[in-house]
């Protein structure tokens, strides 16, 4: 096993390989300084392989002068109505400043090139700066479901042109943390883990760590079925309505996505930050929600409510966290659907960085 490298967590290397010993995690082959999100070796792959990042790079170079539009008072109104989704231009560019300040990260990460650097500081800062208070319930939801793509960019950058981090660290800790949903069932509480998880990291908060480690444990067993779907989730509609009404489930396969993205990428954290808990009885409760939902996005017409929903569902293909989770538990559904490509919610990059 690889020597883990510390970042700052409080933990002694004698209980860290205590841990280690009893099968609870494995060390990735380096940290990468700082980063919270990609190894040493991530890295060194994305370098060698400029094909693959290379409409990243144009990306970010198109996108190197977009500012972003940061709020004082951050109220985006409900996304469900009693007849569905309600559009919201503010909630939309927090999501995209964060995915923006994202991609600026990893192209700066990608290329040293700082320019990069300064865009996603410049993103980050901007909110930073500017967010006070965020009064409404919406308005917490997106920070839990928005906020870690701005804590991963952070990371990326924060060693670079000097970059003063003092006011993201009071958004974070100040007004980020105590709106997690952490505590709360269904999605809400896996996106609140992920959260905090990202947090913990970037601060170096080894009791936060913990606290979130354990309650991804929770999550795994109280919300994954022994066929491995998640009930809480499989029955939501798109409005009001949640688990009822006409539409029941239209949205349930997206909803499983929604709940297992924010999943797999707390538990990446813990792997980095030496918690692992790919290797545990509730990493392997992920593994089986993992193939159940990969066998529905591959036979779609096989989900539950495939039918009651006269053959449509929203959201099949929203799997692009698939790539890391077959890298731990590979299975052939899993490996079909990545292979057929068109692969959504990717705003964290999924398959440019781990298929």
């Known amino acids: 096993m690889a020597t883990i490298r510390s970042l700052n967590l409080a933990a002694s290397r004698v209980a860290v390989w205590s841990l280690a010993l ?49 709020v004082a008072v951050f109220a985006p109104p409900a996304h469900y109505s009693k007849t569905g989704v309600v559009e919201n231009a503010m909630g939309k560019r927090f999501a995209s400043d964060g995915e923006l300040a994202y991609r600026a990260g990893l192209c700066y990460v990608v290329s040293q090139d700082t320019r990069y650097a300064r865009h996603a500081q410049a993103i980050i800062s901007a909110w930073a700066d500017t967010l006070q208070s965020v009064p409404s319930e919406q308005g ?74 354990t309650r991804w444990l929770e999550l ?55 918690q692992a808990v790919w290797h545990t009885p509730q990493g392997n409760k992920l593994a089986a929600a993992y193939r159940q939902a990969a066998a529905w996005t591959l036979r779609p017409e096989t989900f539950p409510y495939f039918e009651s ?24 559904d899993g490996g079909q659907v990545i292979a057929n490509g068109k692969l959504w919610m990717n705003g964290l990059e999924w398959v440019v960085l781990f298929q």
């Open 22 to 70: 009893a099968g609870l995690m494995c060390a990735p082959a380096a940290i990468a300084a700082s980063n919270i999100w990609l190894t040493d070796a991530d890295i060194g792959l994305l370098r060698s392989e400029p094909a693959r990042t290379a409409a990243l790079m144009q990306r970010c170079d198109k996108e190197i002068d977009t500012q972003a539009a940061p």
């Open 140 to 213: 917490a939801s997106d920070i839990n479901f928005d906020l870690p793509s701005y804590v991963i960019a952070a990371s990326m950058v924060r060693n670079v042109n000097g970059w003063n981090d003092a006011s993201f660290r009071r958004l974070i800790t100040r007004i980020a943390l105590p709106l997690s949903h952490s505590e709360r069932k269904n999605n809400h509480a896996n996106w609140g883990v992920f959260l905090n998880a990202s947090i913990a990291a970037y601060t170096g908060d080894a009791a936060l760590l913990a606290s979130s480690r």
């Open 220 to 274: 795994m067993d109280s919300e994954v079925a022994p066929d491995g779907s998640l009930p809480l989730e499989i029955c939501r509609s798109d409005s009001t309505a949640y688990c009822s009404g006409d539409r029941k489930g239209i949205n349930g396969l997206s909803y499983t996505h929604y709940t297992l993205l924010p999943s797999t990428a707390a538990a990446h954290i813990f792997y980095l930050q030496g």
């Open 309 to 332: 929903n006269s053959g449509h569902l929203n959201g099949v293909n929203n799997a692009a966290y698939f790539t890391l989770l077959q890298r731990q538990f590979p299975n052939a």
